[in-house]
Protein backbone atom coordinates (compact mmCIF):
# COMPACT_ATOMS: atom_id res chain seq x y z
CA UNK A 1 0.00 0.00 0.00
CA UNK A 2 1.03 3.61 -0.69
CA UNK A 3 2.23 5.33 2.38
CA UNK A 4 0.98 9.06 3.34
CA UNK A 5 2.98 11.31 5.40
CA UNK A 6 1.29 13.94 7.80
CA UNK A 7 2.24 15.95 10.72
CA UNK A 8 1.87 14.41 13.98
CA UNK A 9 0.09 17.29 15.22
CA UNK A 10 -1.94 20.70 14.27
CA UNK A 11 -3.48 23.72 16.27
CA UNK A 12 -5.51 26.21 15.02
CA UNK A 13 -8.36 28.42 16.31
CA UNK A 14 -12.04 28.46 16.44
CA UNK A 15 -13.92 30.00 13.54
CA UNK A 16 -10.35 30.13 11.06
CA UNK A 17 -10.10 28.05 8.40
CA UNK A 18 -7.26 25.01 8.76
CA UNK A 19 -5.35 23.07 6.14
CA UNK A 20 -4.26 19.85 7.05
CA UNK A 21 -1.50 18.57 4.40
CA UNK A 22 -0.32 15.37 3.17
CA UNK A 23 1.87 14.00 1.11
CA UNK A 24 2.03 10.66 -1.00
CA UNK A 25 5.27 10.99 -3.20
CA UNK A 26 4.32 7.40 -4.46
CA UNK A 27 1.01 7.57 -5.24
CA UNK A 28 -0.27 5.38 -8.09
CA UNK A 29 -2.44 6.38 -11.03
CA UNK A 30 -5.53 4.28 -9.89
CA UNK A 31 -5.13 5.37 -5.53
CA UNK A 32 -7.72 7.83 -4.96
CA UNK A 33 -7.26 9.71 -1.63
CA UNK A 34 -9.82 9.52 1.53
CA UNK A 35 -9.50 11.19 4.56
CA UNK A 36 -11.19 10.02 7.61
CA UNK A 37 -11.24 11.68 11.38
CA UNK A 38 -12.05 10.02 14.33
CA UNK A 39 -13.34 12.05 17.68
CA UNK A 40 -12.55 11.18 21.14
CA UNK A 41 -14.27 7.56 21.84
CA UNK A 42 -15.61 7.36 19.07
CA UNK A 43 -14.59 5.18 15.53
CA UNK A 44 -13.63 7.21 12.36
CA UNK A 45 -15.78 9.01 10.21
CA UNK A 46 -15.17 9.26 6.43
CA UNK A 47 -15.03 12.92 5.32
CA UNK A 48 -14.32 13.33 1.82
CA UNK A 49 -12.21 11.25 -0.99
CA UNK A 50 -10.97 12.19 -4.50
CA UNK A 51 -8.76 10.90 -7.23
CA UNK A 52 -7.42 14.14 -9.18
CA UNK A 53 -10.02 17.08 -9.11
CA UNK A 54 -10.38 18.88 -5.86
CA UNK A 55 -13.80 18.14 -4.42
CA UNK A 56 -15.91 20.18 -1.86
CA UNK A 57 -18.81 18.65 0.32
CA UNK A 58 -21.00 19.63 3.66
CA UNK A 59 -17.76 18.84 5.95
CA UNK A 60 -14.73 20.03 4.70
CA UNK A 61 -13.02 20.68 0.62
CA UNK A 62 -10.07 18.64 -0.53
CA UNK A 63 -7.41 20.54 -2.38
CA UNK A 64 -5.39 17.70 -4.76
CA UNK A 65 -1.86 18.82 -6.29
CA UNK A 66 -1.62 18.40 -9.83
CA UNK A 67 1.63 15.85 -9.68
CA UNK A 68 -1.07 14.31 -6.91
CA UNK A 69 1.94 14.06 -4.67
CA UNK A 70 0.25 16.02 -1.95
CA UNK A 71 -3.42 17.15 -0.80
CA UNK A 72 -4.77 19.20 1.33
CA UNK A 73 -7.77 18.93 3.73
CA UNK A 74 -9.35 22.41 4.26
CA UNK A 75 -11.65 22.88 6.82
CA UNK A 76 -13.52 25.92 5.88
CA UNK A 77 -14.61 27.40 9.39
CA UNK A 78 -13.16 25.31 11.77
CA UNK A 79 -15.22 24.47 15.25
CA UNK A 80 -14.35 22.64 18.58
CA UNK A 81 -16.27 19.58 17.43
CA UNK A 82 -13.67 19.87 14.27
CA UNK A 83 -10.97 18.57 17.35
CA UNK A 84 -9.84 14.80 16.33
CA UNK A 85 -7.34 12.86 14.62
CA UNK A 86 -7.30 13.05 10.68
CA UNK A 87 -6.26 10.20 8.30
CA UNK A 88 -4.89 10.86 5.22
CA UNK A 89 -5.29 7.40 3.27
CA UNK A 90 -4.33 6.04 0.16
CA UNK A 91 -6.78 3.65 -1.59
CA UNK A 92 -6.69 1.84 -5.05
CA UNK A 93 -9.93 1.39 -6.79
CA UNK A 94 -9.94 -2.02 -6.44
CA UNK A 95 -8.94 -2.19 -2.82
CA UNK A 96 -11.65 -2.91 -0.34
CA UNK A 97 -9.48 -2.27 2.56
CA UNK A 98 -8.42 1.26 4.49
CA UNK A 99 -4.83 1.26 5.58
CA UNK A 100 -4.60 3.81 8.40
CA UNK A 101 -1.69 5.75 9.85
CA UNK A 102 -1.16 7.79 12.78
CA UNK A 103 -2.83 11.01 11.43
CA UNK A 104 -2.96 14.54 12.56
CA UNK A 105 -4.10 15.42 15.66
CA UNK A 106 -6.03 18.70 15.22
CA UNK A 107 -6.83 20.72 18.64
CA UNK A 108 -8.97 23.80 18.08
CA UNK A 109 -8.94 26.45 20.44
CA UNK A 110 -11.73 28.57 21.59
CA UNK B 1 -31.44 2.70 10.85
CA UNK B 2 -28.87 3.59 13.57
CA UNK B 3 -25.65 3.11 11.98
CA UNK B 4 -23.15 0.01 12.71
CA UNK B 5 -23.70 -1.01 16.46
CA UNK B 6 -21.21 -3.05 18.33
CA UNK B 7 -21.60 -5.00 21.61
CA UNK B 8 -20.24 -4.78 24.33
CA UNK B 9 -18.90 -1.44 24.47
CA UNK B 10 -16.66 -2.85 26.92
CA UNK B 11 -15.12 -5.74 28.33
CA UNK B 12 -12.69 -7.11 30.83
CA UNK B 13 -11.72 -10.13 31.03
CA UNK B 14 -9.05 -12.40 32.58
CA UNK B 15 -5.85 -13.36 30.46
CA UNK B 16 -6.83 -17.02 29.05
CA UNK B 17 -10.44 -16.73 28.46
CA UNK B 18 -12.45 -16.43 25.57
CA UNK B 19 -14.14 -13.75 24.44
CA UNK B 20 -16.63 -12.99 21.37
CA UNK B 21 -18.02 -9.64 19.98
CA UNK B 22 -21.01 -8.66 18.08
CA UNK B 23 -21.25 -6.02 14.70
CA UNK B 24 -24.39 -5.42 13.47
CA UNK B 25 -23.96 -3.52 10.15
CA UNK B 26 -26.11 -1.09 8.39
CA UNK B 27 -28.75 -3.37 7.18
CA UNK B 28 -28.06 -2.96 2.93
CA UNK B 29 -24.60 -3.47 3.58
CA UNK B 30 -22.62 -6.05 2.29
CA UNK B 31 -19.28 -5.70 3.49
CA UNK B 32 -18.10 -5.61 6.67
CA UNK B 33 -14.68 -5.21 8.08
CA UNK B 34 -13.03 -5.40 11.83
CA UNK B 35 -9.86 -3.67 12.73
CA UNK B 36 -8.02 -3.12 15.59
CA UNK B 37 -7.08 -0.20 17.57
CA UNK B 38 -4.26 -0.19 20.28
CA UNK B 39 -3.44 3.46 22.22
CA UNK B 40 -1.97 6.35 20.20
CA UNK B 41 -2.26 4.28 16.82
CA UNK B 42 -4.56 4.37 13.49
CA UNK B 43 -6.60 1.00 13.31
CA UNK B 44 -5.35 -1.88 11.88
CA UNK B 45 -7.28 -4.21 9.72
CA UNK B 46 -7.59 -7.75 10.51
CA UNK B 47 -10.24 -9.16 7.92
CA UNK B 48 -13.09 -8.27 5.69
CA UNK B 49 -16.12 -10.21 5.06
CA UNK B 50 -18.59 -9.66 1.64
CA UNK B 51 -21.71 -11.24 2.33
CA UNK B 52 -20.83 -13.93 3.98
CA UNK B 53 -17.62 -15.03 2.70
CA UNK B 54 -14.45 -14.21 4.39
CA UNK B 55 -12.17 -12.80 1.87
CA UNK B 56 -9.14 -11.25 3.43
CA UNK B 57 -7.32 -11.82 6.44
CA UNK B 58 -4.53 -9.91 7.87
CA UNK B 59 -1.77 -11.44 9.21
CA UNK B 60 -2.40 -10.07 12.44
CA UNK B 61 -5.32 -12.35 12.71
CA UNK B 62 -3.65 -15.30 14.34
CA UNK B 63 -4.73 -18.47 15.10
CA UNK B 64 -6.20 -17.31 18.42
CA UNK B 65 -9.11 -14.77 16.16
CA UNK B 66 -11.91 -16.15 14.28
CA UNK B 67 -14.80 -14.29 12.60
CA UNK B 68 -17.85 -15.01 11.31
CA UNK B 69 -20.96 -13.24 9.23
CA UNK B 70 -23.68 -16.12 8.66
CA UNK B 71 -25.87 -15.40 6.46
CA UNK B 72 -24.20 -11.85 5.54
CA UNK B 73 -26.04 -10.49 8.16
CA UNK B 74 -24.43 -9.57 11.95
CA UNK B 75 -20.71 -10.52 12.35
CA UNK B 76 -18.78 -11.76 15.41
CA UNK B 77 -14.93 -11.65 16.37
CA UNK B 78 -13.94 -14.70 18.51
CA UNK B 79 -10.78 -13.96 20.96
CA UNK B 80 -9.86 -17.83 22.49
CA UNK B 81 -7.10 -17.63 25.46
CA UNK B 82 -6.52 -14.14 25.52
CA UNK B 83 -3.42 -12.37 26.44
CA UNK B 84 -2.82 -9.19 27.21
CA UNK B 85 -1.57 -7.97 24.31
CA UNK B 86 -4.97 -8.34 22.91
CA UNK B 87 -5.85 -5.24 24.90
CA UNK B 88 -7.33 -3.22 22.05
CA UNK B 89 -10.24 -1.50 20.64
CA UNK B 90 -12.10 -3.69 18.16
CA UNK B 91 -13.70 -1.63 15.33
CA UNK B 92 -16.25 -2.64 13.11
CA UNK B 93 -16.97 -1.09 9.38
CA UNK B 94 -19.41 -1.76 7.02
CA UNK B 95 -19.96 -0.73 3.46
CA UNK B 96 -21.64 -1.04 0.08
CA UNK B 97 -20.31 -2.08 -3.42
CA UNK B 98 -22.52 -0.38 -5.35
CA UNK B 99 -20.37 2.38 -6.58
CA UNK B 100 -16.38 3.22 -6.82
CA UNK B 101 -14.56 3.52 -3.46
CA UNK B 102 -17.36 3.71 -1.01
CA UNK B 103 -17.11 5.25 2.25
CA UNK B 104 -17.14 2.72 5.12
CA UNK B 105 -19.14 3.53 8.01
CA UNK B 106 -17.74 2.76 11.59
CA UNK B 107 -19.14 1.45 14.89
CA UNK B 108 -17.97 2.89 18.30
CA UNK B 109 -15.89 -0.33 18.70
CA UNK B 110 -15.55 -3.19 21.68
CA UNK B 111 -13.02 -1.93 24.15
CA UNK B 112 -11.17 -4.85 25.33
CA UNK B 113 -9.26 -5.07 28.81
CA UNK B 114 -7.12 -8.35 29.52
CA UNK B 115 -6.10 -8.31 33.03
Known amino acids: DAKTTQPNSMESNEEEPVHLPCNHSTISGTDYIHWYRQLPSQGPEYVIHGLTSNVNNRMASLAIAEDRKSSTLILHRATLRDAAVYYCILRDQGAQKLVFGQGTRLTINP | DTGVSQNPRHKITKRGQNVTFRCDPI?????LYWYRQTLGQGPEFLTY????????KSRLLSDRFSAERPKGSFSTLEIQRTEQGDSAMYLC?????????????FGQGTRLTVV
Open chain 2, 49 to 56: FQNEAQLE
Open chain 2, 27 to 31: SEHNR
Open chain 2, 93 to 105: ASSWTGGMNTEAF
